[in-house]
């Protein structure tokens, strides 16, 4: 097996870091490396995703065919390093690495041609309306209730944990659509433009102690008598649970974690360096330096394995069930580097700052970005939740794979 990169592999690196050096944002960069989540604001975002639109860049997943570049997984692989490595923000994922890859597979002609262009010019966003009070891991006992009056659906009830939603300008959404048969069988898969009537949206704010108005990150979303066209209905009616299983996929295993936990444990790497234990930089303790290595042990595997599965995928492929495995082990670890971080900053992580912008001159007590730590610590409580939890995603491995 060939583990390394070829010379022409090596080329593309270089011209994806040259390029990406010299057109991303500094104060992108700046507001990502401060940021709770890697998510930043929705002028920062979109202002990052216009470019990478204007190079063909923004949708490397994507099929030439659809507007993508037609990389291979490779190619797709090196991409996601050289954006961790420049401290590029999270893009949207939900628009591009989740509803695209449906409306590719299941959608209509009308909708491939209405949406994917938008979504690869970077002229709108998605959210995703799964989950709702009562309904996370058991997503098949979702309330949300739409009725067929001719042309429309009329939508009502309530989603929550809805990432970016108060700047989403569509979301996708699993409605029920009837009581009959298991409850998977009356779920369909609907798209709602945001600012239709009726819907209303109330923010959550987190542990991680963000307060500032539309810095929050997850939302309710409320319906009310919310009028959807017929035509906006993916696929079949009561055939959502498909789409939405195969959407999932796209969630647990459409996400390189390798590139963004390297870049996670160079930042814990400069955080040893500048911390005192005894007068003396934590990174030379020896105690220190083996949980230190034994985490990049792990991250080293999850490159590995992320290398070996993506490079079995042609491009567009769905990941199948070893997305639980990339997800699962990809945030377990991701959880590990911040509490390595809370550890290795003690007290200093101890003051709960609100989010600074990236241009501040407020210096943290105990180093540069010291009081993001701990923020970052209890946001990421969540990652082993969401897209369905660690034990979740070991009921699906144990049934798929081990017949159990």
């Known amino acids: 097996m060939r583990l390394a990169f070829s010379e022409q592999e090596l080329e593309f690196q270089k011209e994806v ?13 700046e507001e ?9 604001s929705k002028e920062r975002l979109v202002q990052w995703q216009k470019k990478l639109a204007g190079k063909g860049w923004l949708c490397p997943n994507w099929p030439r065919e659809h507007g993508g570049p037609g990389w291979t997984s490779t190619q797709k692989f090196i ?10 923000p999270y893009l949207s994922s939900f628009s591009i690495k989740m509803v695209a890859p449906v409306l590719m597979k299941f959608g209509s002609e009308a909708q491939k041609k209405r949406f994917l262009p938008k979504i690869a010019a970077a002229e709108e966003l998605w959210c995703q309306g799964y989950s709702e009070p009562g309904s996370g891991s058991d997503l098949a006992s979702l309330r949300t209730k739409a009725e067929r009056h001719g042309d429309y659906y009329v939508v009502n009830g309530q989603k929550i944990w809805t990432t970016n939603a108060h700047f989403a300008d569509w979301i996708f959404c699993l409605v029920r659509t009837s009581n009959e048969g298991k ?15 009726g819907i209303t949206l109330d923010p959550i704010f987190l542990v991680d ?10 939302n309710q979303v409320f319906f009310t008598d919310v009028k959807v066209p017929v035509e ?33 444990f160079r930042h814990l790497q400069t955080l040893s360096k500048t911390q005192l234990n005894e007068g003396e930089p934590l990174s030379v303790n020896p105690n220190w330096r083996e949980k230190m290595a034994a985490v990049e042990m792990e991250i080293d595997a999850i490159e590995m394995n992320e290398l070996m599965f993506y490079s079995s995928l042609k491009t567009g492929d769905a990941p199948g069930n070893m997305g639980s495995v990339v997800k699962m082990r990809g945030t377990e670890v991701g959880q590990k580097v911040t509490e390595l971080a809370v550890e290795a900053v003690g007290w200093y992580g101890t003051p709960f700052t609100e989010l600074r912008n990236y241009d501040s001159n407020v210096v943290p007590v105990g180093g ?32 798929a794979m081990l017949g159990l």
Do not use: C
């Open 209 to 218: 102690g963000t307060r500032t108005p539309m810095r929050h990150e997850v």
């Open 17 to 29: 870091r040259d390029w990406i050096t010299a057109n991303m944002p500094p104060e992108v960069a």
């Open 183 to 197: 409850r998977q069988e009356g779920i369909s898969f609907l798209l709602i433009d945001m600012k239709t009537p």
């Open 232 to 264: 906006n209905r993916v696929g079949e009616e009561n055939k959502g649970w498909t789409y939405a299983k195969y959407l999932l996929e796209f969630e647990r295993g459409g996400q390189a974690f390798g590139p963004r936990l390297r870049k996670a």
């Open 79 to 88: 991409f996601e390093m050289e954006m961790a490595r420049a401290d590029s």
């Open 368 to 399: 540069e970005y010291v009081d993001d730590v701990s923020p970052r610590y209890f946001n990421t409580r969540k990652t082993t939740i969401y897209g369905g939890s660690s034990e979740v995603q070991r009921n699906v491995l144990a049934k």
């Open 32 to 40: 990502s490396r401060r940021s709770r989540t890697s998510h930043v």
